[in-house]
Nanobody
């Protein structure tokens, strides 16, 4: 079992930056790939980024590639998402997620956080 707690969401102007953090508790973090999903208003949840257990493999959705960076600190049981050059279409509830592999985290996850709101104004 793992519990995931996100922080760092908020309101930012287009072109700005935000950094999301996720603190994980439980042994599963040390054996899991980690990722971030988002759910824009009125739309389905989608995968944004994922990182393997050792950090050597990452995945990014095409819509965020080159603007977002995922990282993890296994000593602190945290995973972060640095979001730069934000656009209004990045507005969504962002969820921290854990799964067996980065491939799995391209579509779904085994554990979810509660979500944090990110709003990008134009």
């Amino acid at each position: 079992q793992v519990q995931l707690d996100e922080s760092g969401g908020g309101l930012v102007q287009a072109g700005g930056s935000l950094r999301l953090s996720c603190a994980a508790s439980g042994r599963t973090f040390s054996t899991s790939a980690m990722g971030w999903f988002r759910q824009p208003p009125g739309k389905e949840r989608e995968s944004v980024a994922a990182i393997s257990l050792d950090g050597g493999t990452t995945y990014y959705a095409d819509s965020v590639s080159g603007r977002f960076t995922i990282s993890r600190d296994n000593a602190k049981n945290t995973v972060s998402l640095q979001m730069n050059s934000l656009k209004p279409e990045d507005t969504a509830v962002y969820y921290c997620a854990a799964g067996r592999t980065t491939t799995r985290l391209r579509t779904t996850a085994d554990y979810w956080g509660q979500g944090t709101q990110v709003t990008v104004s134009s």
